[in-house]
């Protein structure tokens, strides 16, 4: 088995949870997704092999890894590349990104959404394995990603059109009926109410207090539209009031209220609280933001940068930090694991110091998960079992 020339397995670096280490816990939990990321490489002591986190090699040992920007500081580091992932070349990720940004310019391009066979063969995949793989990097399907773009559209044309039907035909729909089959799911409400301001929608709403002060929750009839921090119950109220100015505002009923203690729950205890129904409205690029700040696990985080990344829009880190910055529910869109490049917290809509803490509560939480972990791990050993180690030469080779 080799080693690099400047054996790096001599001074094994120790894991200190600082604002520092963030990027490269970020970056671990990556490895261990074997998340579609190009922004970095990782390398294993014990054989020598950067790869990148997408690897299939099994994974390595935690205290064996080290992370780097790029290639180039892996190879000065004296490690050698994958075969299998191919680091060093444009990577199957890399094309599959290039296939599925193409079919989407197409998508984008006609006003007939493309059959999913006529998109495949376009992209040279059997139109099962670009079904798949269309979904992994956008996040949706072929079908969802088109109807989503029209969707948006006619959010875009409502305010001007003389008509709603006159918008959903700009927008790309070739009957009123094939737009108003799913419109709920992708306005949150009806189009014709969304034009004059919501009036006739019904929005349960409540204050209660939270770790992090008052914190409002509000919810239409398919879900929680909007959980809120403040420092009184009258701004939050007021606030709620002009944002759905021509719609009913109501008490909460019992459904509501288990939907409250939820929230407060995943407060008290990060990770623990079940998942509930949202009804969230933005763009498709918003929505793809959303999906994948609910990806990141308690107790971890990415800086812009990385989150732009793994949606493979490492050019779009300003529009992805504006995403989060527009999304209208705390905690459940986790868009406070979102952190600068160098580990410092960046804007918070509630308040920095609200989102420091929700991040000391999460890392806290983790660590006592992972101190467990460790003590099962432990006893296994004692027991006789053995961790694997991934990337050895045999899985390189």
């Not at 609200?354 to 000391?360: E, I, P, T, W, Y």
């Amino acid at each position: 088995m080799s080693t690099p020339a400047n054996n790096p397995t001599t001074s094994p670096p120790s894991v200190v949870t600082t604002a520092a280490s963030i990027s490269d816990e970020a970056r671990w939990r990556a490895v261990c997704e074997r998340a579609p990321d190009d922004s970095f490489v990782f390398a294993v002591r014990s054989t020598g092999i950067y790869c990148r986190p997408s690897c299939p090699a099994r994974r390595p040992l935690r205290k064996n890894v080290a992370f780097f920007d790029d290639v180039a500081a892996a190879r000065t580091a004296g490690y050698r590349a994958c075969r299998r992932c191919d680091p060093d070349g444009a990577g199957l990720q890399g094309r599959h990104r290039e296939l599925v940004l193409r079919a989407c310019e197409t998508i984008a391009a006609v006003d007939s959404l493309p059959s999913l066979d006529e998109l495949a063969r376009q992209a040279g995949l059997s139109r099962y394995h670009f079904h798949r793989v269309f979904k992994e990097i956008v996040g949706m399907t072929p079908h969802a990603y088109g109807r989503a773009l029209r969707k948006q559209r006619v959010g875009q044309a409502l305010s001007e059109a003389a008509s709603v039907t006159d918008a959903l035909y700009a927008a790309g729909f070739n009957a009123p009926s094939r737009f108003y089959e799913g419109a709920a799911d992708s306005l949150g409400m009806a189009p014709a109410v969304a034009q004059r301001g919501a009036p006739g929608e019904t929005i349960r709403h409540a204050v209660v207090p939270s770790p992090l002060g008052p914190m409002l929750v509000a919810a239409t009839a398919r879900g929680v539209c909007a959980v809120e921090f403040g420092d009184s119950a009258d701004a939050l109220l007021r606030g709620l009031g002009q944002r759905y100015r021509a719609a009913t505002l109501v008490a909460g009923d019992p459904q509501f209220a288990g939907w409250v203690q939820q929230i407060l729950q995943h407060l008290a205890e990060p990770g623990q609280a079940g998942a509930l129904p949202l009804d969230v409205r933005g763009t498709v690029f918003q929505q793809q933001v959303w999906r994948a700040l609910q990806q990141i696990p308690p107790g971890t985080t990415l800086s812009y940068t990385e989150l732009a990344a793994r949606l493979g829009k490492q050019e779009a880190v300003r529009a992805v930090a504006r995403a989060c910055a527009t999304n209208e529910v705390a905690v459940l869109i986790p868009c406070h694991r979102v952190l600068r490049r160098d580990g410092q917290l960046a804007g918070y809509r509630w308040g920095l110091a609200r989102k420091a803490d929700l991040l000391r509560r999460e890392a806290a939480a983790r660590a006592q998960h992972e101190g467990d972990e460790c003590v099962r791990e432990g006893i296994d050993a004692r027991a006789g079992n053995r961790s694997d180690e991934c990337n050895d030469e045999s899985d390189d080779e």
